[in-house]
């Protein structure tokens, strides 16, 4: 990024930075030009070359002309990042030359200090977000060629020969072969792990459950198989931190370590009993373990789907807010049931795989944009995995309070493919961010905040970021304080700001209990039911 700073916030050569993109664009235009190269080259050689090992050379050039031009969409996202960064610098330099210039500014220092620290923190947010983007936009560009690069035979560089090779592997090297196919994207795991037989999914689970169980693109029944399978070992080495814990004297009066580790153990003796034995399978309806890292302190992070999202036509993430985790995973599995509405064809995913913020953090954006990255990369997951089913399927992102701040960053980090966005008691959204930056028809994306909620405004306050019930904004605000309906029926006012309570009984009256104004509306937007949301 251009160098600046806070008394010159709008610093930069943005036709520079747009001749940058432009040669971007170039190399994109230059790898299509191959890609349309590699496809016509099986049928050249048609008339001339017959026989299997033809029939493997057409089969690695399709291969071979799928990534590059999976790398051109890349590269061609990577321009229009920047593009977008140039009219962003080129808008605040615009707005700092107007000040400077205005009698105003000269007679009032104050005045002007003030107004340049905003566009300051203007500057800071595009920066943030650009990187972000970038980030998103080179994850493919960077990943190698998915067979010769990751030094598997050439025997092997074929799907056939692929799943071959992959069924005579040790326990080692299938572990080895795991590493190598985390470095694909989501697309190409997909299409590899649907060659493989059951067994040879069930070889490669058992070599490296860790990896199979977060890696996108992988069926989230396997990812479920996988991650079940830690949970007693990660269980027992828990316990065992804990007991050698309190003979350490190196930790004697760091009782933050053993209330992580309490936590962490409490938090997998919940998994254990909601997904141990089988019992997520035979839930109503059933319920998957779709991520679990526990390379973090306190309870390990993770996602569950309520339903089965392998062939639920309809699909919804949800992302909850401030001092989320495992450790209320029963409490959003009622959520998740509620937005379910007890329909088979649906799955909710829980999103606790991010660390979320307490009190002091949620009023800056760090932990949103750690969460934002480990949610575009779910979304994309799935996405890909749609698309080798060749199914046709709904897919909405809902947010609940700093949550929604999660979700604005992944969804204007990228195209998402979402079809709807529900923000629900907002913390705020970042200056830079409007119902048109999400990558999503804005007429699909609702906001609410109850009257009687105190606490979403002042995350907006005391963060400095926007409220996207705001006119302004550009989403469609929806009710939540309760309506009485044509027939008669009566929804019920959200009273606070919780999504959920603690219990069955204290559900009512929460943004996503039963009954509620606000979540009758969110399930009409989740189920495409626009005309249905009141107001």
């Known amino acids: 990024m251009t160098q600046w700073t806070e008394t010159h916030p709008g610093a930069g050569d943005a036709e520079s930075i747009r001749h940058a993109a432009m040669r971007y664009r170039a190399g994109a235009d230059q790898l299509r030009h191959l890609v349309h190269a590699l496809n016509r080259a099986p049928d050249q050689l048609a008339s001339v070359w017959t026989g299997n090992d033809r029939a493997a050379w057409s089969s690695n050039c399709k291969a071979d002309a799928g990534s590059i031009a999976r790398s051109a969409s890349s590269v061609d996202e990577v321009a229009s990042v920047w593009l977008a960064y140039a009219e962003g610098v080129e808008s605040i330099a615009t707005r700092e030359r107007r000040l400077r210039a205005d009698p105003a500014s000269a007679a009032d220092e104050n005045y002007t200090r003030l107004r340049l620290n905003e566009l300051a923190n203007e500057r800071l947010s595009l920066d943030r977000l650009t990187t972000s983007r970038l980030s998103a936009a080179m994850r493919v560009v960077r990943t190698q060629p998915p067979f010769d690069v990751a030094g598997l035979p050439r025997s092997a560089w074929s799907m056939s020969g692929f799943a071959a090779y992959a069924a005579e592997l040790s326990l080692k090297d299938a572990a080895l072969l795991m590493a190598k196919l985390s470095a694909l994207p989501p697309d190409r795991v997909a299409e590899l792990w649907s060659r493989l037989s059951h067994t040879t999914r069930r070889q490669l689970t058992t070599s490296a459950p860790e990896i199979v169980g977060n890696l996108e693109g992988i069926p989230y029944a396997d990812r479920d198989v996988a991650n079940v399978s830690r949970l007693r070992a990660l269980h027992a080495e828990t316990l065992s931190a804990i007991d050698s814990s309190r003979l350490d004297p190196r930790l004697l009066g760091r009782a933050d370590l053993l209330s992580a580790l309490l936590e962490r153990f409490a938090a997998l003796t919940l998994l254990l009993d909601q997904f141990g034995d089988g019992k997520g399978l035979r839930a109503d309806p059933p319920q998957f373990l779709i991520n679990l890292d526990s390379n973090v302190q306190g309870p390990p992070l993770a996602s569950i789907s309520v339903g089965d999202l392998d062939t639920a036509a309809n699909a919804t993430w949800f992302v909850p807010g401030m001092n989320s985790s495992v450790l209320e995973a029963r409490d959003y599995v009622r959520l998740a049931k509620n937005l379910n509405d007890r329909d088979d064809d649906k799955a909710v995913v829980l999103f606790l795989n991010y ?29 890909a995995s749609r698309e080798l089913a060749h199914a046709s399927t709904r897919l909405n992102v809902v947010g609940h309070s700093y949550g929604t701040v ?28 409007n119902a048109s930056s999400l990558h999503v028809d804005s007429t699909h994306v ?11 405004p002042l995350g907006q306050f005391g963060s400095g970021r926007h409220d996207p019930t705001a006119p302004s904004w550009g989403a469609r605000v929806f009710g939540s304080d309760g309506e009485v309906l044509p027939d008669g029926s009566e929804l019920d006012a959200v009273d606070g700001h919780n999504a959920i309570g603690g219990t069955e009984q204290d559900d009512k009256y929460k943004y996503f209990g039963r009954d509620t104004e606000s979540l009758v509306n969110i399930i009409h937007v989740i189920d495409g039911e626009y005309r249905e949301v009141t107001r």
């Open 406 to 433: 999660v979700v604005a960053i992944a969804l204007s980090a990228a195209d998402r493919r979402v079809d709807s966005v529900s923000l629900v008691a907002s913390a705020g959204i970042p200056s830079d961010i």
């Open 446 to 456: 609702f906001a609410t905040q109850a009257i009687a909620d105190g606490i979403a």
């Open 355 to 383: 660390k979320s913020p307490g009190p002091v953090e949620v009023l800056n954006n760090t932990r949103a944009i750690a969460g934002a990255d480990r949610l575009g990369a779910m979304l994309d997951g799935y996405n």
